[in-house]
């Protein structure tokens, strides 16, 4: 999924798990950052299919991520109005005011994409079949303020007497030896494993047919680093095949690739195993159709965003009311989000092929 770190002028070890992809908060902290993107003020009644959404439904999502939201001073009190509240378009309409996003080009409309929750097949124990590890938080990153981990969100870890960036996604891959890193599990698909990475938690089959739950724990630090524009350049694939799956058809066929593209990627994710579904930065379980991964410097998390995107693959339109309950290493931007689509066959086909313009419009309680 998908993270606030604090300034400590001590280093310690990490010891604690979050959720999806940059994860939130280890204190409760009330004050979240102002977005800092335009807006533009809107009636309800500008805004496309309002009305004509479930808005009950949102309200119960709405209300689901309030018990995580809740601990936010701008969520505070509305999330207190929601829990007796049963009509959701007298809610909304009542306690929030809508507000269109607008970039620093003066354009209202983003690149809306989509994620899901993987399934992937494993052991773990590690075989012939499988041997790409899940791997844990390792027992030597840790979090810092020092100067030569500034540029890698604080990550690092001890070389001698000083501290470094952690490693990269390839020293990591070329040392399964490292005693500091512990598998959760082994999975039979390289790329499938990539997925997991970006789409942040997901589930492994057991040869048994025991599932188990993961989600994200941390992050190595270094930047992420899409796959995509470099396979486009390569000529691997066409813009037409730009996708999860067309990506996928490639490494089938062209095995001895695979290495050399996703290791472009410095990012390496951690995983801890969940008693839950997909979860999301906000620490609540996602929503399928209903939440959404954002850039936290433009929306907060909690916060009601009305999308109005497309449906990838049929491109009927997709008007409807989502909450921010998750950040990505990918998403970034004024007018940026990542689309939930739940988990299964469907789920992968939309959220593989969705890169849709958007139009967004956060729901700001009212004073």
């Known amino acids: 999924m998908k993270s606030l770190i604090l300034s400590f002028s001590l280093i310690f070890f990490i010891t604690a798990c979050s959720t999806k992809k940059e994860v939130v908060l280890q204190k409760e902290i009330k004050q979240i950052k102002e977005p ?18 479930d808005l009950n439904y949102a309200l119960e999502v709405f209300k689901k991520d309030c018990k995580r939201s809740k601990r936010y001073e701008l969520f505070k009190e509305v999330c207190l109005k929601a829990e007796n509240e049963k009509d959701g378009r007298k809610f909304f309409v009542t ?16 690149v809306i994409t989509g994620y899901y ?39 690092g870890k001890i070389v001698g007497n000083k501290i470094v960036p952690y490693d990269t996604r390839k ?64 000529g691997y694939v066409s813009r037409n095949e730009l996708s999860i799956q067309g990506m996928k058809n490639f490494f089938m066929k062209n095995p001895n690739k695979i290495d050399e593209v996703l290791n472009i990627n410095d990012s390496f994710i951690f995983f801890r195993v969940s008693s839950l579904s997909a979860s999301g930065s906000l620490g609540s379980v996602l929503t399928a159709k209903r939440n959404l991964a954002v850039d936290k410097e433009f929306i907060p998390l ?16 997709i008007n409807q009311l989502m909450v921010a309950a998750d950040v990505g290493g990918a998403i970034k931007g004024e007018i940026r989000a990542d689309f ?22 956060v729901l700001m309680p009212k004073k």
């Not at 800092?36 to 959404?53: A, L, P, Q, R, T």
């Not at 306690?95 to 983003?110: A, H, T, V």
């Not at 052991?123 to 890698?152: A, G, M, Q, R, W």
């Not at 959220?351 to 139009?359: I, L, T």
């Open 95 to 110: 306690n929030f005011q809508p507000y269109k996003l607008i970039d620093s080009k003066s354009r209202d409309e983003g």
């Open 36 to 53: 800092k993107n335009k807006m533009e003020k809107v009636s309800f009644m500008e805004i496309e299919g309002f009305f004509e959404d």
């Open 171 to 234: 020293q990591i891959e070329s040392n399964p030896n490292n005693p500091n890193l512990e598998a959760i599990a082994y999975v039979d698909d390289k790329y499938d494993l990539f997925s997991l990475h970006i789409q942040g938690s997901g589930k492994i089959q057991l040869e048994n047919g025991k599932i188990i739950n993961v989600g994200y724990a941390q992050q190595n630090g270094w930047p992420f680093r899409g796959i995509g524009t470099y396979m486009l350049e390569k």
């Open 302 to 317: 909690g916060m009601p965003v009305f999308l109005n995107t497309k449906n990838p693959v049929t491109k009927e339109p």
């Open 340 to 361: 939930f689509w739940g988990f299964g066959p469907t789920a992968f086909e939309y959220a593989g092929r969705m890169k849709e313009k958007g139009k967004m419009y």
């Open 117 to 155: 929750e993987p399934l992937l097949y494993g052991s773990l124990t590690k075989t012939k079949k499988y041997k790409y590890p899940i791997y844990k938080i390792p027992k030597d990153l840790i979090l810092s303020d020092d100067e030569n981990v500034k540029d890698f969100k604080s990550r």
